[in-house]
């Protein structure tokens, strides 16, 4: 009788399908669960892309409260020039000839016509000629 050679664990019984999936489902789930936190971290309604995209809408309301408030000091050094405290003479008759109103032996010419609605740049003169 020959010497029995002692068996390995594992020897003898091939390849332990429900064994190899048991050992690999710890990895699979942690890889699975890593992957779909890892896209709702880029891609998520709060995510990294998300996060840009707000800091460029903000940025972008930044500059237009910027440009409102400086448009608001130069109306509001307009509306002071028109003050009864400190009436700007200039400012009047400018305003007056947006009016169309002139002094007498004046002659307002408008550069567009009436009711035509608001031009780009309101505040500008119109052509004012003056007979001589």
Same mark, same amino acid.
């Given at each position: 009788m020959a010497a029995s050679i002692?068996?390995?664990? !594992?020897?003898?019984?091939?390849?332990?399908?429900? #064994?190899?999936? #048991?050992?690999?489902?710890?990895?699979?789930?942690?890889?699975?669960?890593?992957?779909?936190?890892?896209?709702?971290?880029?891609?998520?309604?709060? !995510?990294?892309?998300?996060?840009?995209?707000?800091?460029?809408?903000?940025?972008?309301?930044?500059?237009?409260?910027?440009?409102?408030?400086?448009? #608001?000091q130069a109306l509001e050094l307009?509306?002071?020039?028109?003050?009864?405290?400190s009436l700007d003479r200039d400012?009047?008759?400018?305003?007056?000839?947006?009016?169309?109103?002139?002094?007498? !032996?004046?002659?307002?010419?408008?550069?567009?016509?009436?009711?035509?609605?608001?031009?780009?740049?309101?505040?500008?003169?119109?052509?004012?000629?003056?007979?001589?």
């Open positions: 002692p068996m390995v664990r !594992g020897e003898g019984r091939g390849f332990d399908l429900k #064994r190899q999936l #048991r050992l690999s489902a710890g990895p699979v789930l942690a890889l699975l669960l890593a992957g779909y936190f890892g896209y709702h971290l880029v891609q998520g309604d709060r !995510g990294l892309l998300s996060f840009r995209r707000l800091d460029a809408m903000v940025e972008a309301a930044r500059k237009e409260v910027t440009a409102a408030e400086a448009t #608001r307009r509306v002071n020039g028109l003050r009864t405290e400012l009047l008759e400018e305003r007056a000839r947006l009016l169309s109103m002139g002094a007498p !032996g004046e002659v307002v010419v408008l550069d567009e016509p009436v009711g035509a609605g608001p031009r780009p740049n309101a505040l500008s003169d119109p052509v004012v000629a003056t007979k001589r």
